[in-house]
């Protein structure tokens, strides 16, 4: 069986993801039965292209074709003609489109395929939930991911539960959870202790992941120190003085590194498909503080692995909670149980590849 995985957004958590896959699929256990190509656009700043040929490149055959994720009606035809092509020099059994612009682009050059193929498409956040867009666009989103499953066919793979429950409204659609490789990321998981209690996110800095808020919660704790595990564009708006801003690693073992010193994750975001970050926080036992949105929710379990807010006030007592060093440990311990019973990228992975053997 030939699968065919399609992504424009290989960054962030959704690189974790495509990492763990090739690293599954292209076991050679796997790879006798379902031979993986993934079809990636390299063009996301905080990834290094080399790190992509190496770290996906594990049994699995990779192809860059240029795709932006604005709309741009020349490039994206463009992007279209060249993905047809390697569409049908490849004849797969199975396309997996990944986020929202793959799913569009790769509809359409399957339609030209003119030979029916199964097709699964995996939002990772559906667009229309984004805060940063007007009333209308929301309504063209949502509208452009129901029309395109009407009339192109497919079924949609939910990776968390309330996405699932989105995706059940529009039309088609399984649930296999986002995981990852809990024994990857525990080989950086250690006991370490802060002189000053230290917490932080592993992100690019973006609008989405909303630094400006996580610059107000450092204003409100200047005897905690905060850090923000990466970079991005909006830098400038983190201004508080007990912020430390690391930078792009260049490699994830780094930023394991320096998400297993931190004492207390912290999950600002306006939007999320399933945090991937939020996950390997709590497979190091992590207590999590997460916006209370679609994604985080799916993850955190209130007052048991960590506190979901809504308002940045709630913090006060739920910081306060955590501050005691035996609730972390009590928290992170659930967090780990948690990944392990529902976020175990081998367990959904195995999942995923039932579906397609369906």
Same mark, same amino acid.
């Given at each position: 069986m030939k699968v065919v995985h399609v992504i424009e957004?290989?960054?962030?958590?959704?690189?974790?993801?495509?990492?763990?896959?090739?690293?599954?699929?292209?076991?050679?256990?796997?790879?006798?039965? /379902?031979?993986? @190509? $993934?079809?990636? &656009?390299?063009?996301?700043?905080?990834?290094?292209?080399?790190?992509?040929?190496?770290?996906? %490149?594990?049994?699995?055959?990779l192809i860059e074709i240029n795709m932006v994720r604005e709309f741009l009606p020349i490039q994206d035809l463009k992007s279209t003609f060249k993905l047809w092509k390697e569409l049908k020099k490849i004849n797969p059994d199975?396309?997996?489109?990944?986020?929202?612009?793959?799913?569009?682009?790769?509809?359409?050059?399957?339609?030209?395929?003119?030979?029916?193929?199964?097709?699964?498409?995996?939002?990772?956040?559906?667009?229309?939930?984004?805060?940063?867009?007007?009333?209308?666009?929301?309504?063209?989103?949502?509208?452009?991911?129901?029309?395109?499953?009407?009339?192109?066919?497919?079924?949609?793979?939910?990776?968390?539960?309330?996405?699932?429950? /989105?995706?059940? @409204? $529009?039309?088609? &659609?399984?649930?296999?959870?986002?995981?990852?490789?809990?024994?990857?990321?525990?080989?950086? %998981?250690?006991?370490?202790?802060?002189?000053?209690?230290?917490?932080?996110?592993?992100?690019?800095?973006?609008?989405?992941?909303?630094?400006?808020?996580?610059?107000?919660?450092?204003?409100?704790?200047?005897s905690i120190n905060f850090v923000w595990i990466g970079d991005g564009e909006l830098q400038p708006l983190l201004t508080a003085a007990n912020i430390r801003i690391t930078g792009w690693f260049l490699n994830r073992e780094e930023a394991l590194t320096a998400l297993n010193a931190i004492d207390i994750y912290i999950q600002t975001s306006l939007w999320e498909g399933l945090p991937i970050a939020v996950l390997e926080a709590m497979a190091m036992q992590k207590p999590v503080l997460a916006t209370n949105i679609i994604g985080n929710k799916d993850v955190v379990i209130h007052n048991e692995t960590g506190f979901l807010f809504d308002d940045i006030t709630e913090l006060d007592t739920y910081i306060a909670i955590l501050k005691d060093e035996e609730v972390r440990n009590r928290f992170g311990k659930k967090g780990l149980e948690r990944c392990q019973h529902l976020f175990d990228s081998t367990k959904n992975f195995t999942q995923l590849m039932a579906l397609y053997e369906q």
């Open positions: 957004a290989l960054g962030g958590g959704v690189y974790t993801y495509f990492k763990d896959l090739s690293t599954f699929f292209g076991d050679e256990q796997h790879n006798k039965s /379902i031979q993986t @190509t $993934i079809i990636y &656009s390299g063009n996301r700043k905080e990834i290094n292209p080399e790190n992509i040929k190496k770290d996906l %490149s594990n049994g699995v055959k199975i396309i997996h489109l990944h986020s929202s612009k793959a799913g569009v682009l790769g509809r359409i050059a399957h339609f030209f395929l003119f030979k029916k193929k199964k097709i699964f498409y995996t939002p990772h956040g559906y667009s229309f939930l984004r805060t940063d867009i007007s009333a209308f666009n929301k309504k063209l989103y949502r509208l452009i991911e129901s029309s395109f499953q009407s009339v192109f066919g497919g079924a949609t793979v939910a990776c968390g539960d309330t996405e699932y429950a /989105i995706a059940k @409204t $529009i039309g088609k &659609s399984h649930l296999v959870r986002n995981g990852i490789d809990l024994k990857e990321v525990r080989k950086y %998981s250690s006991k370490n202790k802060n002189d000053i209690l230290t917490i932080g996110i592993v992100a690019r800095i973006t609008y989405a992941r909303n630094p400006a808020l996580f610059n107000d919660i450092a204003l409100r704790n200047p």
